[in-house]
């Protein structure tokens, strides 16, 4: 497998690094524990600077998803299906399922995050219906 640059800012690259080891971990906010996805300098609800990084669970519920039939760039040949995804912990999350999926998916049919190895080089969450 290729490898790539890490290329993470300051606030997501702790993410990166949890993506690459199975447990996807954000940040919860010190102050009211909302969790930030995606990652970022203040808490989007009560805009306190504190934080920790939390691991999730990793499950939640399809809300939407789209099919591209054309290829847009290498990695993602088409038909590539993408889905967003409420997780039980709040945030919503845009992610990849896998071809085999595809005929599964409805409005809240229940997901969990997996790991898969992204082309070039690096590991990102994807989402299997459950």
Known sequence: MPTQA???????????????KDAMQLQRCSDCAALRYPPGPACPKCLS??????PIEGKGKILSWTTFHRQYLPAYPAPHTVVAVQLSEGPIMIG?????????????????????????????????IT
Do not use: C, N
């Open 49 to 54: 600077t504190g934080y920790a990084w939390t």
């Open 6 to 20: 890490r290329l993470y800012s300051f606030y997501d690259g702790p993410m990166w690094q949890s993506i690459a």
């Open 96 to 128: 990849h399922v896998a071809a085999k999926e595809v005929g599964k998916l409805k409005v809240d049919a229940p997901v969990r995050m997996i790991y898969v190895d992204h082309a070039d080089g690096y590991r990102i969450p994807s989402f299997e």
